[in-house]
């Protein structure tokens, strides 16, 4: 482009910015191809009840294995699923996926699955989560969805449409990274999130003393409390960062320190040996 506009000040430039649309190029080809490949699996992360410790749910944490490219980080691939809207397909097939591990746990424990405001502001966005549910026998009182803040600033009105529609069928909502994003906390109002998920920034700053996330943590605590949702502390990885969210009251952890995102059959063996031992 830099070439295109005659300006040959900006030649430095145009190596890498080409690289980078090359890269993203080439990334988008092989996307385009990696269900149909099957190069898409699902790990599960556990979410501990902050009290008792007990798993309450696993998020579903997509993961892509390209021929091509090795293994690509959602950070890069979500991205640019969003931007061509391939998460659209991508997202249908980790929604029957996650609905079909979950329905082989050997407890009737919630699988959380994210979804990219793409996804929630298609018109048959609904439809596609009866059908994962119908084909795969999941209760619905067993699927929570995790939006993000940003579902909220693109259509607001849709997305509290697509969000009610979503619950009348008996699943839950999360408000996932809560407090990255522009909250305008205005759709705290008309939206029954079951759980708000503190983002691990503000989990990391208190852990530190952090005064300011501190209080932060405090307020989304006792605003969660008043509205009759749970809190999620996102990220926890040690046992003092566990020790102070426990403290500040959050209902439930998530985090390397109870549990890294795992291949499902690591997640089957962690509910049936947990279980076990209660
Ligand atoms: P997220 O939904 O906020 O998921 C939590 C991310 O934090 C995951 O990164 C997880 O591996 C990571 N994490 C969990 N515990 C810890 C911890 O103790 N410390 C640290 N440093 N990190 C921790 P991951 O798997 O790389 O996913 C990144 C993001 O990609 C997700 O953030 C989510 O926004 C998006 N994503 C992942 N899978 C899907 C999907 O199936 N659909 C959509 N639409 N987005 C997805
Ligand atoms: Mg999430
Ligand atoms: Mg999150
Ligand atoms: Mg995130």
Known sequence: RAKDDGGGVHCTYVPSLHADAEERRTLELSLRHAIA????????????????????????????????????????FIPLAEDTRLIVPIGKWVLHEACRQATRWPEEIKVAVNVSGEQLLEPNFTATVVEALAATGLPANRL??????????RDGRTANE????IIALGCSIALDDFGTGYSSLGYLRSIRFSTIKVDRSFVQGAAQESPESIAIIRAVVAMAQSL???????GVETVEQADMIRELGCTKIQGYYFGRPMEASE????????????
């Open 37 to 76: 490949k099957e190069e898409m699996h699902l790990n599960f992360q556990p979410v501990v009840n902050a009290q008792s410790e007990g798993i309450v749910s696993f998020e579903a944490l997509l993961r892509w294995t390209s021929e091509e490219h090795g293994m690509v980080s959602p950070a890069k």
């Open 144 to 153: 929570e969805l995790e939006v993000t803040e940003s579902v909220f600033l």
């Open 162 to 165: 697509a969000l009610e529609a």
């Open 228 to 234: 009759e949702m749970q809190t999620t502390a996102e």
């Open 267 to 278: 997640a089957y063996s962690l509910v049936a040996k947990r279980r076990n031992a209660a």
